[in-house]
């Protein structure tokens, strides 16, 4: 980890390491580009895993995301919650969460950077890690990445007409609107029964 | 004193010519040709638009979407054990090995360790959907290139597995039996034995396999040095599993991940082919089955006695965090990153699955060959089409 933070230098924002899990290092979005090529050339992080994103904006819809006539209190909808990140922390919405991976020294890297901009914008990937074209093309179409210098930025999954960004935390699940999901019901306690007989390691988080 | 130059600008206009000429008579029509989406080598429905000179691809565009189910999506209002039920659609042929990555990271966010005894059956079935997985490749490779009788021995010997597979968890394909904590239940009574005889049948057709395709001649020429992948470009491109064992890297998440499965107690050997073409990525995918073979028969051995399940709360909320679980599964490597916020349902889910990423590697590895080769390419890197499209 010392050496990874030496390399990295000032682009390194903040670390996490769980010894013998993970390692995490969160670097600023000018040096997204420049992390990837030190990591591949200098830590032998040769191999690329995934690169994705993660909305830290909760849903305004709440956790269900059930229709607002379904539920009880069918009122004003809920002010935005605020943010809360996760390892490493975080300053805006949308953070860029990518994965190498070293397959001598069996070290992997989670690699995250915070994006600013509406749409929020990186530089791409594909010039240090040619397997970053389609996970970036996802990136955008789900999220609204824009990825500058990508080759081809076209819609990977989703029809090319298609409007919005589903992975969006505020990009409502049509179908729960429609109709809303029975299965949830399946977590609830049948009557009679007692969370307390699960012993002292019970449920109270 | 013109003559010269008159004569060598002749000479020169008559060459320009007869090239022109020879260029007219090997011009070649630009083509563009639709593979799929309903074709019997895209295990699913992959399109690739292929650009073709003549016989030769100049480009080749992998069109997804069409089994695209949004599970990245879904799984944020599933409660975590309700997950399990979505992600064991993902690679349809080895189910059980997709619950396993998800289910390890939620125990880690939990800490929750499964006993040893369910750590060993989860083993055992997941080197089960390994073999029942990758029989039907053995099979499918073999009827790709023309040979049909390949894919009959595959899948009724597959037929085999998959029985016992269900004898434990009751479903065929999609078994849904693991559980946060340990397994949903125990071993049914004969079990063991019966696996036992199994695997001698799944043997005896790797031998079949290799007596019959493997060195079979035209076998031979349709895919030795077709579709090289050189290591640095698999790396690069995120390749995993038989594919990049195929191209010389020795690195196996069932040996280096050392995460939540028995695999470090076992004797077994982690096979690599330095060819990186097609022949090398069905050999290494025929060694890795009697392999897991070998894994089972010495799990089968060894399971301790015990209780299947750790002690859980009856509603599941896993605390706050961040986890990302790997393992080795039979398209390569499959990984969850789960951040939990504290809820009954994950706040987000990162499906890390293998074929994504080998199928990624397509425009690169078609540019250039023969369209019959084509197909031998997409057969050997063996992709799931629920796999890529999620």
């Given amino acids: 980890m010392a050496s990874l933070a030496d390399a990295l230098g000032d682009a390194l924002v903040s670390s996490e390491v769980q010894p013998g899990v993970d390692v995490w290092v969160r670097v600023d979005a000018g040096a997204w580009v420049e992390t990837a090529q030190t990591l591949q050339g200098q830590c032998g992080m040769a191999y690329f895993n995934f690169l994705s994103a993660i909305d830290w904006q909760p849903s305004p819809f709440g956790r269900d995301m059930d229709a607002v006539i379904d539920r009880e209190d069918d009122g004003e909808p809920a002010a935005p919650a605020d943010l809360e990140w996760g390892i490493t922390g975080g300053e805006q919405r949308f953070q860029l969460l990518a994965r190498v991976h070293d397959p001598v020294g069996h070290l992997g890297v989670h690699v995250k950077c915070d994006l600013e901009g509406d749409p929020p914008e990186a530089d791409t990937w594909t010039v240090v890690y040619p397997g970053a074209d389609w996970h970036e093309r996802e990136a955008w179409e789900m999220f609204g990445i824009n990825f500058r210098g990508h080759p081809n930025l076209a819609h990977l999954y989703l029809p090319s007409e298609f409007e919005g960004h589903p992975l969006r935390k505020d990009y409502p699940l049509l179908a729960r609107r429609v109709k809303p999901w029975p299965g949830i019901v399946d977590v609830e306690l049948m009557p009679g029964q007692d969370d307390a007989e699960d012993g002292e390691d019970g449920d109270d988080s | ?390």
């Fill in chain 2, 1 to 390: 004193m013109t003559a010269p130059t008159q004569t060598r600008q002749m000479a020169y206009i008559a060459g320009q010519a007869s090239d022109a000429r020879v260029n007219v008579e090997l011009e070649t029509e630009g083509m563009t040709l639709n593979i799929g989406p309903q074709h019997p080598a895209t295990h699913g429905t992959l399109r690739i638009i292929v650009r073709l000179d003549g016989e030769r691809v100049i480009s080749a565009e992998p069109v997804m979407g069409y089994m695209h189910r949004g599970y990245e999506k879904l799984t944020e209002v599933r409660t975590y054990p309700q997950v399990t039920t979505l992600i064991n659609r993902i690679d349809w042929l080895g189910s059980f090995a997709n619950e396993v990555p998800f289910i390890l990271a939620a125990e880690r966010l939990m800490e929750i360790e499964a006993p040893p005894r369910a750590q060993w059956i989860r083993t055992a079935l997941f080197e089960l959907s390994r073999i029942a997985n990758v029989v039907l490749f053995l099979g499918d490779m073999g009827v790709q290139l023309g040979a049909i009788t390949p894919v009959f021995y595959a899948f009724r010997d597959r037929e085999f597995v998959l029985n016992q597979i269900e004898a434990v968890t009751g479903g065929r394909f999609h078994p849904n039996f693991d559980r946060i904590g340990g397994l949903k239940d125990d071993l049914p009574k004969g079990w063991v034995d019966e696996t036992r005889g199994v695997l001698g049948r799944i043997r005896s057709f790797c031998d079949e396999m290799e007596n019959l395709v493997s060195g079979n001649e035209i076998f031979q020429a349709r895919t030795r040095s077709i579709g090289v992948i050189p290591a640095d470009m698999g790396l690069a491109y995120g390749l995993s599993g038989a594919n990049i064992r195929a191209s010389g890297v020795d690195w196996d998440l069932r040996r280096d991940g050392g995460v939540g499965l028995v695999h470090d107690q076992l004797d077994w050997k982690v096979w690599t082919h330095p060819d990186g073409d097609s022949f090398a990525r069905y050999w290494v995918r025929l060694q890795e089955v009697r392999e897991a073979c070998g894994m089972v028969e010495q799990i089968l051995d060894g399971i301790p006695s015990g209780p299947v399940m750790a002690k859980v709360p009856r509603i599941i909320k896993v605390p706050a965090g961040e986890a990302y679980v790997e393992t080795e599964n039979p398209l390569g490597i499959m990984g969850y990153y789960v951040v939990s916020k504290g809820d009954l349902v994950p706040y987000r889910v990162k499906i890390r699955s293998a074929s994504f990423n080998n199928v990624s590697i397509v425009p690169w590895v078609l540019r250039g060959v023969y369209v019959p080769d084509v197909i031998s390419i997409l057969a050997s890197l063996y992709f799931i089409l629920g796999d890529i499209d999620r």
